[in-house]
């Protein structure tokens, strides 16, 4: 009986014994909240990181299919990019003609070239300083006329006063973009310019993480999570005269 006590201390002594140690090596192995802070971060530094480059090689497959657009902020920058930009071979439209300065310059090296402007009053003078190319009055935004003159324009030169205002002008240059398809847009206008200037991609954006990266990100992603574990009114609800009032 004696032996088989001792037997069955023993027994629980070394159980003991083994889940102390158990416990102290679990103790010394996990990783302080400071080095669980840093490796997170470097993960979501390194997940980061992977998803910009991600993103680039997206942007840059999509490249091909897109517009360039050129801003310029006065006229000497505007009309330095003619010989930088047209071909022998392109058919150019100038937004804004004027006088036809520019359109002349243009007309040089293109194989055609067509001039328009919202006033008739400054065509005459156009004409008779480039009898060799076409002027039009035309407004910026009648698309449909500007396609009535039968060219499929390969580059498309904007110059409709250089203080013009972004929510005019932006427009303007995805119409053309969508429905005259060019190569190259050449825009003068320092807003424009001073946007882009002041303009970064996400995925281009790189800066030194602040200490509380890690604290910060986890509290983002616990309201993102709650966010996500809500669920859409019942059809019932939606279908009640409280919310169809409302």
């Given at each position: 009986?004696?032996?088989?006590?001792?037997?069955?201390?023993?027994?629980?002594?070394?159980?003991?014994?083994?889940?102390?140690?158990?416990?102290?090596?679990?103790?010394?192995?996990?990783p302080?909240?400071?080095?669980?802070?840093?490796?997170?971060?470097?993960?979501?530094?390194?997940?980061?990181?992977?998803?910009?480059e991600?993103?680039?090689?997206?942007?840059?497959?999509?490249a091909?299919?897109?517009?360039?657009?050129?801003?310029?902020?006065?006229?000497?920058?505007?009309r330095?990019?003619?010989?930088?930009?047209?071909?022998?071979?392109?058919?150019?439209?100038?937004v804004?003609?004027?006088?036809?300065?520019?359109?002349?310059?243009?007309?040089?090296?293109?194989?055609?070239?067509?001039?328009?402007?919202?006033?008739a009053?400054?065509?005459?003078?156009?004409?008779?300083?480039?009898?060799?190319?076409?002027?039009?009055?035309?407004?910026?935004?009648?698309?449909?006329?500007?396609?009535?003159?039968?060219?499929?324009?390969?580059?498309?030169?904007?110059?409709?006063?250089?203080?013009?205002?972004?929510?005019?002008?932006?427009?303007?240059?995805?119409?053309?973009?969508?429905?005259?398809?060019?190569q190259?847009?050449?825009?003068k206008?320092?807003?424009l310019?001073?946007?882009?200037?002041?303009?970064?991609?996400?995925?281009?954006?790189?800066?030194?993480?602040?200490a509380?990266?890690?604290?910060k990100?986890?509290?983002?992603?616990?309201?993102?999570?709650?966010?996500?574990?809500?669920?859409?009114?019942?059809?019932?609800?939606?279908?009640?005269?409280?919310?169809?009032?409302?």
């Amino acid at each position: 009986m004696k032996d088989h006590c001792a037997f069955w201390m023993g027994a629980c002594s070394a159980v003991c014994v083994m889940a102390a140690y158990k416990v102290l090596s679990a103790r010394r192995s996990a990783p302080t909240e400071q080095e669980d802070s840093k490796r997170w971060t470097s993960a979501r530094v390194a997940n980061a990181g992977a998803r910009r480059e991600r993103k680039k090689l997206q942007r840059d497959a999509k490249a091909g299919y897109q517009t360039p657009i050129i801003a310029c902020e006065n006229c000497n920058d505007y009309r330095d990019l003619i010989p930088r930009c047209v071909e022998v071979g392109d058919v150019v439209l100038e937004v804004g003609c004027h006088v036809g300065g520019t359109t002349g310059l243009i007309g040089a090296i293109a194989c055609k070239t067509l001039g328009i402007d919202a006033s008739a009053a400054w065509l005459p003078q156009a004409r008779h300083a480039y009898p060799h190319l076409q002027f039009e009055q035309c407004d910026c935004f009648n698309i449909s006329k500007i396609k009535s003159y039968g060219y499929n324009f390969t580059k498309i030169f904007i110059d409709t006063s250089g203080s013009r205002e972004l929510k005019t002008l932006l427009p303007l240059i995805e119409g053309y973009i969508k429905a005259l398809a060019p190569q190259l847009i050449v825009v003068k206008s320092f807003k424009l310019k001073r946007l882009l200037l002041q303009s970064t991609l996400a995925e281009d954006f790189a800066c030194e993480l602040p200490a509380d990266y890690a604290a910060k990100t986890r509290a983002v992603q616990q309201v993102a999570s709650t966010q996500k574990q809500r669920r859409k009114p019942p059809l019932a609800f939606l279908k009640s005269p409280t919310y169809q009032k409302s």
